[in-house]
């Protein structure tokens, strides 16, 4: 394995560990050598990724957390540190959002989606660089997505957290990175995950047909953005810090 790769003695926390994105990130992790907690509201999902990254060999934890509770992100980490020993990795995966014209979001909904994308990334990272200051090293990946790059009128809230998301990323990463602990987002375009997925076909689209509108002509795979995430919590991102990465499958005939 290469060296600047290897996660071996390190732990990882990844929220939305369950599915998606956060189940792919977490088994790259663990086929690097990390150990790994699963936070999400649903244990079930959590519990089966568990299985997969023992069976790897690695230890595994699921802790189901509301993400937006501010307790419930700071018992996370402190369970983290009590079974496991320590934390080095925090992967800021709980998101998402449905899709509607900006007059028919209540004050509700705008607020519920903003503490979960924005407000889980504030409350869990500070929590999460206590240990990681105290040992001088670690790595917060944010996954942030191209909707906070582009105009989505479709998804105006989603996009403004996740634009948040990639300004919390940088002013983080300029008040820690000194310390020892780095910060970095993925924002990701279209992939083959639940959230997505299930929200094409209620409002009638073909999932498949959104890949085409990228260079590689379709969906993201999990595992795909997994290997970004790994770049960032390893050693081999030991100089980076603070950055965005547009993860997207290239830019379509539109240059988008």
Request: glycine share 14%; with cysteine; hydrophobic share 40%.
């Amino acid at each position: 394995m290469n060296s600047g790769f290897n996660l071996e003695g390190r732990v990882a926390i990844i929220t939305g560990g369950g599915t998606g994105i956060g189940r792919g990130a977490a088994l790259v992790l663990a086929q690097h050598g990390a150990d790994v907690v699963l936070a999400a509201r649903r244990p079930e999902p959590l519990e089966s990724t568990v299985k997969e990254i023992q069976a790897l060999g690695r230890r595994a934890l699921a802790v189901p957390t509301d993400v937006t509770n501010p307790q419930q992100c700071q018992d996370l980490v402190d369970t983290t540190v009590r079974e496991l020993g320590r934390l080095d990795i925090l992967v800021n995966c709980a998101g998402g959002a449905e899709t509607k014209g900006i007059a028919k979001w209540s004050e509700e909904e705008w607020n519920q989606v903003l503490a979960l994308n924005l407000g889980s990334v504030w409350f869990l990272s500070r929590c999460a660089a206590g240990p990681m200051l105290k040992q001088g090293k670690g790595a917060i990946v944010n996954i942030s997505s191209g909707a906070s790059l582009l105009s989505m009128p479709q998804a105006a809230p989603y996009a403004a957290s996740k634009a948040g998301v990639n300004s919390l990323t940088g002013s983080m990463a300029a008040s820690w990175t000194r310390k020892g602990v780095r910060v970095n987002a993925i924002a990701v375009g279209a992939v083959r995950a639940a959230t997505l997925v299930d929200e094409l076909e209620r409002q009638g689209i073909d999932p498949e047909s959104v890949g085409t509108t990228n260079a590689s002509g379709r969906l993201g795979e999990p595992d795909e953005i997994g290997y970004g995430v790994l770049f960032f919590a390893s050693d081999a991102s030991s100089f980076c810090s603070g950055q965005t990465l547009y993860m997207h499958g290239g830019p379509g005939p539109a240059g988008i």
